[in-house]
């Protein structure tokens, strides 16, 4: 998105005059309120009695937990906290790095293990428990990340955006600055899962094409996310039509005792977002959120932007208690976008990475998606959740050719060459059961049904009309899992699952096993092993793309296409090098089959797709390619602690695959290493403020490009590529680092943040395309983001 210094600093003076008024010098110390609630990890039944603690306070802040297992500390201090949690029979907990804040009150839930062993047998000192990256699942053996919604913030160059935080994980790298792809082991960025409080969402991303994981805004808020999990491989058997990642997000619930509010102005937008109790009596709860594109409000009151991106988007959700044992709740999420780019706006000099001054560019796109759940508990063993849910996902695009007046950049004919519009739809029923068997053995299972509709129209204009797709229908894509957790002794634990998956549209079924074992080799360290069994659909555009016949008219040659497969192992150490450091190593290897190509001699696999707005135009494919990815993943993280932390995560890794024509060549994805070093210092400057500085690096190997064959492509005035050479030649390292420096304030009912986020503040220039350019006949090049400092603003009261 073009923008410019001007802007920026517009933006930066206004963050500026909302903060000033509010720099009054300290005053006393402020404090908050901490609560929550403590639940059986396998059973959610509540733990009654647990002791809470604020460890190092003085004089001791602590209380135990209610019959509802319900927990509240008061008059806490403002800054960083850590909470031990002990009740008989279960494993402790220790939460670190909790964030406490005057504007806003700190609600948490924590669910504890129970203890493997009696009380009379010795056990280890190591408990999983205790270490604050555990995931969410507790069927995730091996390649799974948690995180909070304060990383997304805390990292400089995520702007809130949790692939884009995600994208500092060991094993995964960004696709582009331009959008957020990430891509994951040299999995292809459409083989990402997006699931939101246990739905299969579609792209939650604004200018989200059809048939991608991806896009330049993310229409998630982190100011309502929970934690959350990202899974990189072997997941576990509840997550299907998936090869490469998984994002398992939560949405937190809103303050049930207090009406808080929020306004923020950052890279993502302009917000506001309130939350509360609907009475004083109740304990229902809302939480409510609106954001609208910064850059186009400027450009609405005058300050014009060439190819201003136009967004909004609303997030509501609300928990109802339903007695004692059960929870209702309804969420919404949904967003508008809409650019345009002119092609006689672009710089032909400095080239763009979404305009061409070949082409004029219009797109809308609109997302929502809608859920309504009930979860019930049975018993202190047993619980269960049903949702039903909606999602509307709709994409039309025009584009022009401009012809120019020869030799020069002035317009002489704008001609529309294309058209789309889709249009998908989806109905869905999740259903899941959690049963609590003993301290050793857990059992859960469910089904998800998604039921698609879908119109969708594609067609070139110029300089022929060529139908791509012309088609509306349904389909349905149902899936049933069970999972076991088994701890055959207090080091070893067993997690198994299969999942099974049947697509109607073509009648193609498959059945997944999964498989994960942990070891704990003594008190600091353990080893993981998982294997999994992945399959995953197509994009539905590429099953209805209309292949022209040789004898005239067209056919749906991709319509019975097969899932693409793969096996995955993953082999885990970890270990605690000390109470802060932890050290993290995997290796991996993933065999792909049955991947979708040319059916005569070509170098085309769905493998190479995924990280673009436009769909994939391929005919006459097969279920014959295979694919394979290997590495070596290494993390060193240090948690905050004394005021700093850092992140060191280094991956090294080869992505093949071949096409009909037996070659094996490099994925695009195909990068070889990625490092990411990351590192952030607090300075507290006095009781109530202080002062953030937050670093981050990334290098990593070009990506594998199809070269440009100019010559070919000047006969025919528009790019050809020369697809003998596919993948065999490499683009230029990248590299790139960003600053952060941010101050925080908390007075007395309020807390205000100001930051600075230095993009790219070597100015770096990375490859981003290169196109041919039939007026001037050469091969442009258009570079990814230059230096761009982003401001941000939150006020919390």
Same mark, same amino acid.
């Given at each position: 998105?073009?923008?410019?210094?001007?802007?920026?600093?517009?933006? %930066?003076?206004?963050?500026?005059?909302?903060?000033?008024?509010?720099?009054?010098?300290?005053?006393?110390?402020?404090?908050?309120?901490?609560?929550?609630?403590?639940?059986?990890?396998?059973?959610?039944?509540?733990?009654?009695?647990?002791?809470?603690?604020?460890?190092?306070?003085?004089? @001791?802040?602590? =209380?135990?937990?209610?019959?509802?297992?319900?927990?509240?500390?008061?008059?806490?201090?403002?800054?960083?906290?850590?909470?031990?949690?002990?009740?008989?029979?279960?494993?402790?907990?220790?939460?670190?790095?909790?964030?406490?804040?005057?504007?806003?009150?700190?609600?948490?839930?924590? #669910?504890?293990?129970?203890?493997?062993?009696?009380?009379?047998?010795? =056990?280890?000192?190591?408990?999983?428990?205790?270490?604050?990256?555990?995931?969410?699942?507790?069927?995730?053996?091996?390649?799974?990340?948690?995180?909070?919604?304060?990383?997304?913030?805390?990292?400089?160059?995520?702007?809130?955006?949790?692939?884009?935080?995600?994208?500092?994980?060991?094993?995964?790298?960004?696709?582009?600055?331009?959008?957020?792809?990430?891509?994951?082991?040299?999995?292809?960025?459409?083989?990402?899962?997006?699931?939101?409080?246990?739905?299969?969402?579609?792209?939650?991303?604004?200018?989200?094409?059809?048939?991608?994981?991806?896009?330049?805004?993310?229409?998630?808020?982190?100011?309502?996310?929970?934690?959350?999990?990202?899974?990189?491989?072997?997941?576990?058997?509840?997550?299907?039509?998936?090869?490469?990642?998984?994002?398992?997000?939560?949405?937190?619930?809103?303050?049930?005792?207090?009406?808080?509010?929020? &306004? +923020?102005?950052?890279?993502?937008?302009?917000?506001?977002?309130?939350?509360? #109790?609907?009475?004083?009596?109740?304990?229902?709860?809302?939480?409510?959120?609106?954001?609208?594109?910064?850059?186009?409000?400027?450009?609405?009151?005058?300050?014009?932007?060439?190819?201003?991106?136009?967004?909004?988007?609303? &997030?509501?959700?609300?928990?109802?208690?339903?007695?004692?044992?059960?929870? /209702?709740?309804?969420?919404?999420?949904?967003?508008?976008?809409?650019?345009?780019? *002119?092609?006689?706006?672009?710089?032909?000099?400095?080239?763009?990475?979404?305009?061409?001054?070949?082409?004029? !560019?219009?797109?809308?796109?609109?997302?929502?998606?809608?859920? @309504?759940?009930?979860?019930?508990?049975?018993?202190?063993?047993?619980?269960?959740?049903? !949702?039903?849910?909606?999602?509307?996902?709709?994409?039309?695009?025009?584009?022009?050719?401009?012809?120019?007046?020869?030799?020069?950049?002035?317009?002489?004919?704008?001609?529309?060459?294309?058209?789309?519009?889709?249009?998908?739809?989806?109905?869905?029923?999740?259903?899941?059961?959690?049963?609590?068997?003993?301290?050793?053995?857990?059992?859960?299972?469910?089904?998800?049904?998604?039921?698609?509709?879908?119109?969708?129209?594609?067609?070139?204009?110029?300089?022929?009309?060529?139908?791509?797709?012309?088609?509306?229908?349904?389909?349905?894509?149902?899936?049933?899992?069970?999972?076991?957790?088994?701890?055959?002794?207090?080091?070893?634990?067993?997690?198994?699952?299969? =999942?099974? %998956?049947?697509?109607?549209?073509?009648?193609?079924?498959?059945?997944?096993?999964?498989?994960? /074992?942990?070891?704990?080799?003594?008190?600091?360290?353990?080893?993981?092993?998982?294997?999994?069994?992945?399959?995953?659909? +197509?994009?539905? *555009?590429?099953?209805?793309?209309?292949?022209?016949?040789?004898?005239?008219?067209?056919?749906?040659?991709?319509?019975?296409?097969?899932?693409?497969?793969?096996?995955?192992?993953?082999?885990?150490?970890?270990?605690?090098?000390?109470?802060?450091?932890?050290?993290?190593?995997?290796?991996?290897?993933?065999?792909?089959?049955?991947?979708?190509?040319?059916?005569?001699?070509?170098?085309?696999?769905?493998?190479?797709?995924?990280?673009?707005?436009?769909?994939?135009?391929?005919?006459?494919?097969?279920?014959?390619?295979?694919?394979?990815?290997?590495?070596?993943?290494?993390? *060193?993280?240090?948690?905050?602690?004394?005021?700093?932390?850092?992140?060191?995560?280094?991956?090294?890794?080869?992505?093949?695959?071949?096409?009909?024509?037996?070659?094996?060549?490099? &994925?695009?994805?195909?990068?070889?290493?990625?490092?990411?070093?990351?590192?952030?210092?607090?300075?507290?400057?006095?009781?109530?403020?202080? @002062?953030?500085?937050?670093?981050?690096?990334?290098?990593?190997?070009?990506?594998?490009?199809?070269?440009?064959?100019?010559?070919?492509?000047?006969?025919?005035?528009? !790019?050809?590529?020369?697809?003998?050479?596919?993948?065999?030649?490499?683009?230029?390292?990248?590299?790139? =680092?960003?600053?952060?420096?941010?101050?925080?304030?908390?007075?007395?009912?309020?807390?205000?943040?100001?930051?600075?986020?230095?993009?790219?503040?070597?100015?770096?220039?990375?490859?981003?395309?290169?196109?041919?350019?039939?007026?001037?006949?050469?091969?442009?090049?258009?570079?990814?983001?230059?230096?761009? #400092?982003?401001?941000?603003?939150?006020?919390?009261?």
């Amino acid at each position: 998105m073009k923008t410019t210094i001007h802007s920026l600093l517009m933006a %930066l003076s206004l963050l500026t005059a909302l903060f000033l008024p509010y720099t009054s010098p300290a005053q006393s110390s402020a404090t908050q309120t901490v609560r929550g609630k403590i639940t059986d990890a396998a059973s959610k039944a509540p733990v009654v009695g647990a002791t809470v603690v604020v460890v190092g306070s003085t004089p @001791l802040n602590g =209380t135990t937990t209610d019959t509802d297992g319900n927990f509240r500390l008061s008059g806490v201090s403002t800054g960083r906290i850590a909470l031990k949690i002990t009740f008989i029979g279960y494993d402790d907990i220790f939460a670190k790095d909790i964030i406490v804040n005057a504007g806003k009150e700190v609600v948490l839930d924590f #669910p504890m293990t129970e203890s493997f062993t009696k009380l009379n047998e010795v =056990t280890v000192s190591y408990k999983r428990s205790e270490d604050n990256k555990v995931a969410n699942n507790e069927m995730a053996t091996v390649s799974a990340r948690p995180f909070s919604p304060a990383e997304t913030l805390k990292y400089a160059g995520s702007l809130g955006d949790p692939s884009r935080m995600a994208a500092n994980f060991a094993g995964v790298s960004g696709a582009n600055d331009a959008r957020n792809d990430i891509v994951v082991r040299g999995n292809s960025p459409a083989s990402l899962l997006w699931r939101l409080d246990g739905v299969n969402i579609p792209n939650p991303n604004h200018f989200g094409s059809l048939g991608t994981s991806g896009g330049p805004v993310s229409m998630l808020n982190t100011n309502l996310l929970a934690k959350s999990d990202f899974l990189t491989g072997a997941f576990p058997a509840e997550y299907a039509n998936a090869l490469g990642s998984v994002f398992d997000l939560r949405l937190r619930k809103g303050n049930d005792e207090k009406h808080e509010f929020l &306004t +923020q102005i950052g890279f993502n937008g302009v917000e506001v977002g309130a939350e509360g #109790p609907y009475s004083k009596k109740s304990k229902a709860s809302y939480l409510v959120n609106y954001r609208y594109s910064l850059f186009g409000l400027m450009s609405n009151i005058g300050f014009e932007i060439a190819g201003t991106p136009y967004y909004q988007d609303f &997030t509501f959700k609300t928990d109802i208690p339903v007695g004692k044992k059960g929870n /209702l709740s309804f969420w919404t999420i949904g967003g508008k976008s809409n650019v345009t780019f *002119l092609g006689k706006d672009v710089d032909t000099e400095k080239g763009d990475a979404y305009g061409d001054e070949n082409n004029n !560019t219009r797109v809308n796109f609109e997302s929502g998606v809608a859920a @309504l759940s009930y979860e019930h508990r049975f018993s202190d063993k047993t619980y269960g959740k049903i !949702t039903l849910s909606g999602s509307r996902s709709t994409q039309n695009f025009k584009g022009d050719t401009v012809l120019y007046k020869t030799g020069v950049k002035e317009v002489l004919q704008e001609i529309q060459n294309e058209e789309a519009l889709f249009t998908n739809e989806k109905l869905s029923v999740n259903a899941s059961v959690n049963h609590k068997i003993d301290a050793k053995n857990k059992l859960s299972g469910g089904i998800i049904v998604d039921l698609n509709r879908f119109d969708l129209l594609n067609r070139a204009l110029y300089p022929a009309v060529i139908s791509r797709r012309n088609t509306q229908g349904e389909t349905m894509l149902s899936q049933a899992y069970i999972q076991w957790k088994h701890r055959f002794s207090q080091n070893l634990t067993l997690n198994a699952g299969l =999942t099974g %998956l049947h697509y109607e549209l073509n009648n193609k079924s498959a059945v997944e096993p999964r498989l994960g /074992l942990s070891y704990v080799l003594n008190e600091r360290s353990t080893l993981n092993l998982a294997y999994g069994l992945h399959s995953n659909l +197509q994009p539905l *555009l590429l099953y209805f793309y209309q292949s022209p016949n040789p004898n005239g008219g067209y056919s749906l040659s991709n319509k019975d296409l097969g899932f693409t497969r793969s096996h995955h192992i993953v082999l885990g150490y970890e270990r605690n090098l000390s109470e802060n450091i932890r050290l993290k190593v995997e290796t991996y290897y993933q065999s792909l089959f049955d991947v979708p190509v040319q059916s005569t001699p070509g170098f085309y696999s769905v493998l190479i797709e995924g990280a673009d707005f436009a769909p994939i135009d391929q005919g006459n494919l097969v279920n014959k390619g295979t694919g394979r990815n290997y590495g070596v993943e290494i993390t *060193l993280e240090k948690y905050f602690s004394n005021n700093y932390y850092f992140l060191l995560t280094g991956s090294v890794f080869d992505s093949k695959y071949k096409g009909s024509d037996g070659i094996e060549r490099n &994925t695009p994805f195909n990068g070889h290493y990625v490092l990411n070093a990351l590192a952030g210092k607090e300075i507290p400057l006095g009781q109530n403020s202080s @002062l953030s500085i937050n670093w981050k690096l990334t290098t990593a190997g070009g990506r594998y490009v199809r070269p440009i064959n100019l010559s070919a492509s000047a006969d025919a005035q528009t !790019t050809i590529y020369d697809d003998e050479r596919a993948f065999l030649q490499q683009q230029n390292g990248y590299f790139r =680092t960003d600053l952060k420096i941010g101050y925080k304030l908390n007075r007395k009912h309020a807390t205000h943040e100001v930051a600075i986020d230095l993009q790219n503040f070597t100015n770096s220039q990375n490859i981003f395309q290169q196109a041919y350019n039939p007026r001037t006949n050469r091969i442009g090049t258009a570079y990814q983001q230059g230096f761009l #400092p982003i401001p941000f603003y939150r006020l919390t009261f």
